[in-house]
């Protein structure tokens, strides 16, 4: 299972730190990626990390705004986004897929969370 946070209200500009807590599952065997979605668009991946953290990648919107990092002994990944921006909006989504590598498309991964809602006003 995967436990989505850190969502909240904030003004363009700012930031705000995302978690996932996993349970159940060895993160270190998993690979993570987070998605978001806004009302009326299709999920978007935005970044994804390797089982080991060694690799990471973003997203053409996200990138040198967002960073993505884990702590297997704490079973968590964050996703640290700064300088948000009113297009930023949506539900952000965590994933896990078996394996050690990534995938851009959300319907490879296995082990989803409930979500929760960034909103950045202007």
């Known amino acids: 299972q995967l436990q989505a946070s850190g969502g909240g209200l904030v003004q363009a500009g700012g930031s705000l730190r995302l978690s996932c807590v996993v349970s159940?599952?060895?993160?270190?065997?998993?690979?993570i990626g987070w998605f978001r979605q806004a009302p009326g668009k299709e999920r978007e991946g935005v970044s994804y990390i390797s089982s080991s953290g060694a690799h990471t990648y973003y997203g053409n919107s996200v990138k040198g705004r967002f960073t993505i990092s884990k702590d297997n002994a704490k079973s968590t990944v964050y996703l640290q986004m700064n300088s948000l921006k009113p297009e930023d909006t949506a539900v952000y989504y965590c994933?896990?897929?078996?394996?050690?590598?990534?995938?851009?498309?959300?319907?490879?991964?296995?082990?989803w969370g409930q979500g929760t809602q960034v909103t950045v006003s202007s």
């Open positions: 159940g599952l060895t993160l270190a065997y998993h690979a």
């Open positions: 994933a896990a897929v078996d394996g050690p590598i990534y995938y851009m498309d959300y319907s490879d991964y296995d082990y």
